[in-house]
């Protein structure tokens, strides 16, 4: 009976593996450049609101810590699985920095590797069917992560989409009924619509001159020091937005998804802040994770 016992909690732990295996690797797929952070407690929250029973399951098994440790293994094996690749005969690092899971399995052969006999098991056992998906071309992270079942799945969140609008706008210098007002609506709603959010250079392409140029006609009663001001405020946001933008695209958009389906403002800016500062940058003064989330929030209808 104990040894029973011992190979459910065992599978358990290894199919919850396999599940959190393929989120990463979606995850890495999704980043623009290099590897996404491994982050424990963001990839525990991502598997709590896709895979709520298999999770359930696995607090009632007191087994968390143990899932949540086999995590922190895998990181220690792909960073141990990045020394393995040095630099080509031309100085330059590999192309792209990303492991494929065959990588990962070759560097645990060697005897130097960071990781326990427990997640040695764990881990090839949770990938053995998946190299032959991979072997055949057959194989599709993305659908596989994304996959909505509503009996296994957090509900569905709403954004304040127009109040994250209205916020990522404030404050304005102008008088809410003023003719500088409404020109600023009227020319952030054009460029707003334009974003898609998958060109990161969008914003960057922005010149504010041409923009009013264009519109000389649109605004006449605007005196030249009005448009003075008006140029000033629109360089302001769109500088504002060519910021944040490095920060919106280490998100990946598998993750973007996963925010706006099941994460509330306070959530969102968590994780945003967590997987960001993992990244390298400085949440504390140089990037407003409140403007990433309104960034995000304002372009969710891109996505849904």
């Known amino acids: ?81 990045f020394q393995l690749h040095p630099l080509d005969p031309h100085g330059a690092t590999r192309p792209t920095e990303r492991l494929l899971i065959k990588e990962l399995r070759d560097a645990l052969d060697l005897p130097a590797t960071p990781v326990s006999d427990a997640f040695r098991l764990a881990f090839l056992s949770a990938t053995s069917e998946r190299l032959k998906f991979i072997a055949m071309g057959d194989i599709d992270f993305g659908g596989g992560v994304l996959a909505f079942n509503p009996e296994d799945s957090a509900p569905v969140f709403e954004h304040d989409v127009a109040g994250c609008i209205a916020a990522s706008r404030s404050p304005s210098p102008f008088a809410p009924d003023s003719a500088l007002a409404a020109a600023m609506v009227e020319i ?46 629109l360089k302001r946001y769109v500088d504002a937005q060519i910021r944040l933008e490095p920060a919106w695209q280490t998100l990946g958009s598998i993750m973007q998804i996963l925010l706006g389906l099941h994460a509330d403002d306070s959530v969102a800016m968590k994780i945003i802040d967590t997987v960001l500062s993992a990244q390298g940058f400085d949440t504390a003064s140089t990037i407003s994770i409140e403007g990433v989330y309104l960034m995000f929030c304002r372009r969710l209808p891109l996505f849904f």
């Open 1 to 81: 009976m104990a040894s029973k016992n011992v190979q459910e909690r065992e599978s358990l732990l290894h199919d919850t593996l396999s599940l959190a295996i393929t989120l990463l690797l979606t995850l890495d797929e999704s980043a623009k450049s290099g590897s996404y952070p491994v982050v424990p407690s963001v990839i525990i929250w991502v598997m709590e609101n896709r895979h709520r029973r298999l999770m359930q399951k696995i607090k009632d098994a007191c087994l968390l810590d143990d899932f949540r440790n086999l995590i922190i293994e895998y990181y220690s094996l792909r960073d141990f699985s």
């Open 188 to 233: 952030l709603n054009d460029l707003e619509n334009r974003d898609d959010g998958f060109d990161k250079w969008f914003w960057e392409g922005v010149d504010v001159d041409a923009e009013l140029a264009w519109r000389e006609g649109l605004y006449p009663h605007l005196t030249d020091g009005e448009t003075s001001q008006l140029r000033a405020e």
